[in-house]
């Protein structure tokens, strides 16, 4: 398996422009997590969805965000509008369950908002 | 609220040396928990899950121990050798939060030849 993918690996934007971010979780896992990594807070969950529906979005930081699961196999975060402090490394990860088996990665979108 | 905690923040070893890295938190109502490795520009592998249940898990040369009661967990890395510098990251699930993982800041290892 390839693995989780995400796309693109590095977005450079300026403040005010729409940000998409891509997800492609591992077949057959059910639950897929968005993250967003920064020094100053460390690893933080935006949102997680189990089956396609958004469960526990209480991470996401304000109504610019938004996330959307339309199948399986595919997930998007999107950021309207991006500002500085949504610069960040934002990972998807993966997993057949919640807490309870082990969560994959992928290699994270490296996010700078100018 | 959970709270994890890794300390120290970075450590530095001579190639061959066994070392510990630490992890505590502060609820100790979990049900596992988590060691990950991230190496500079990736994302998080994840190296051993341990369940409230265990008391050690093992993978090669990597150990990992839980402490349900003091809130502790470490990692041992027995004959560390310099493909093993990345920053290790502890973290468990939130009671009732199923999908939420609190992770601790890391702890930056660099293992010199």
């Known amino acids: 398996d390839a693995g989780v993918i995400q796309s693109p690996r590095h977005e450079v934007t300026e403040m005010g422009q729409e940000v998409t971010l891509r997800c492609k979780p591992i077949s057959g896992h059910d639950y897929l997590f968005w993250y967003r990594q920064t020094m100053m807070r460390g690893l933080e969950l935006l949102i997680y969805?189990?089956?396609?529906?958004?469960?526990?979005d209480s991470g996401m930081p304000e109504d610019r965000f938004s996330a959307k699961m339309p199948n399986a196999s595919f997930s998007t975060l999107k950021i309207q509008p991006s500002e500085p402090r949504d610069s960040a490394v934002y990972f998807c990860a993966s997993s057949t369950d919640t807490g309870h088996k082990k969560l994959f990665f992928g290699s994270g979108t490296q996010l700078s908002v100018l | 609220k959970q709270e994890v905690t890794q300390i120290p923040a970075a450590l530095s070893v001579p190639e061959g040396e066994n070392l510990v890295l630490n992890c505590s938190f502060t609820?100790?109502?979990?049900?596992?928990l988590q060691w990950f490795r991230q190496d500079p520009g990736k994302g998080l592998t994840s190296l051993l899950l341990?369940?409230?249940?265990?008391r050690e898990q093992t993978s090669g040369r990597l150990n990992a121990s839980l402490d349900k009661s003091s809130g502790r967990s470490t990692l041992y890395i027995a004959a560390s050798q310099p493909g093993d510098s990345a920053t290790y990251l502890c973290?468990?699930?939130?009671?009732?939060?199923?999908?939420?993982?609190?992770f601790g800041q890391g702890t930056e290892l660099s293992v010199k030849p």
């Open positions: 341990i369940q409230s249940s265990q």
């Open positions: 973290a468990v699930p939130v009671v009732d939060q199923g999908g939420k993982l609190i």
């Open positions: 969805f189990n089956n396609n529906v958004p469960i526990d």
């Open positions: 609820d100790s109502a979990i049900y596992n």
